[in-house]
Every structure is written in C-alpha cells, then in structure tokens.
C-alpha cells in the first residue's frame, strides 16, 4: 500500500476511534459505504461484501478491504488516499 494512503488511512483511524458513539453512528453509513465500493475494486463486481458488524469493527474492515483495493491491478493510489481524506472530513 503506497505511503500516502497508510497515513489517510492511520488518521481516519485516528479521528474514528475519538468519536462518540451517537456521532459514529450517524457517520457509520459514510464508511459502510466506502468498504463496499473498496470490496468491489479489490476483488470485482459480485465481490463479498463484508457484513454490517456495527462501529466496533467497521475501521478493521474498512482496512482490510483498502488493502485488496491498493493491491489490485489498476490501483490508483492517489485517488484512494483523497477519498480517504474526504471522509476523514465528513467524520469532523
């Protein structure tokens, strides 16, 4: 995974793990959102997409599924590392 995207990644990590329940909650669709779209571009339309588990375990999917996205053919490091950001801003 390219450097720039690690950091996004750590810092919405960061920001998520500050959050209060009632205002992860309401910024849990936001994410969700995201893993799907990442489960897609890493493994193809049909993907499995990771199950709701709630705000507990949504930043660990949210990694694992960025990874296989980093890691497919056609990665556009870049353009993960600014969607990341972007939601790192709507979790403010």
């Keep these: 995974m390219a450097q720039d995207v690690q950091i ?3 810092r919405v990590v960061d920001r998520w793990r500050q959050l209060p329940l009632d ?6 669709p936001a994410v969700r959102e995201r893993v799907d779209r990442l489960a897609v571009l890493g493994h193809g339309e049909g993907a499995p997409v990771p199950p709701d588990l709630g705000p507990g375990v949504v930043m660990d999917q949210l990694t694992v599924v960025l990874y296989d996205a980093s ?3 056609g990665s556009d490091p ?3 590392a600014t ?3 972007a939601l790192r801003r709507e979790l403010a």
């Design 8 to 10: 996004e990644l750590q």
């Design 23 to 28: 205002h992860a909650l309401r910024c849990l």
């Design 71 to 73: 890691a497919a053919p």
């Design 78 to 80: 870049a353009g993960l």
């Design 83 to 85: 969607d990341l950001a």
